[in-house]
C-alpha cells in the first residue's frame, strides 16, 4: 500500500512561482517512478510531469521550460517547480505513482489569477 500527500499549493497571481511536494509512505521510493497530473474543472485528468526511478524527466508540451519535476529519495518525497505560472495553469494537482496499480494523493488546487 503507497500514500500520496500532496502539499504546496494556493493562490498565486500570472508569472508567479509554486512549488508542490509529494511525499510517499514507502521506504522504497527510490522504486518508483513518480508523475504529477492535472485536472481543471469539467475537464479530463492530465499528465503534467514524469520522472522515472533514474532521474530522467518528461514534460507536456504545454509546461516544458516553465516547469521542472525532481525526487528526493532520501526523503521520499517528489516535487513539481511550477513558474511563469498562466491562468490555464489553474486546476487541482495530484500525485501518481504505479506499483501493480495506480496510487493516487488527494490533490493540492492551484489557482492563478489576479
Known amino acids: 500500500q503507497v500514500q500520496l500527500v500532496e502539499s504546496g499549493g494556493g493562490l498565486v497571481q500570472p508569472g508567479g512561482s509554486l512549488r508542490l511536494s509529494c511525499a510517499a509512505s514507502?521506504?522504497?521510493?527510490?522504486?518508483?517512478?513518480m508523475k504529477w497530473y492535472r485536472q481543471a474543472p469539467g475537464k479530463q485528468r492530465d499528465l503534467v510531469a514524469s520522472?522515472?526511478?533514474?532521474?530522467?524527466?518528461n514534460y507536456a508540451d504545454s509546461v516544458k521550460g516553465r516547469f521542472a519535476i525532481s525526487r528526493d529519495n532520501g526523503k521520499n518525497t517528489v516535487y513539481l517547480q511550477m513558474n511563469s505560472l498562466k491562468p490555464e495553469d489553474t486546476a487541482v494537482y495530484y500525485c501518481?505513482?504505479?506499483?501493480?496499480?495506480?496510487?493516487w494523493g488527494q490533490g493540492t488546487q492551484v489557482t492563478v489569477s489576479l
Open positions: 501518481n505513482t504505479r506499483w501493480v496499480r495506480d496510487y
Open positions: 514507502v521506504t522504497t521510493f527510490r522504486l518508483y517512478a
Open positions: 520522472i522515472t526511478t533514474g532521474g530522467t524527466t
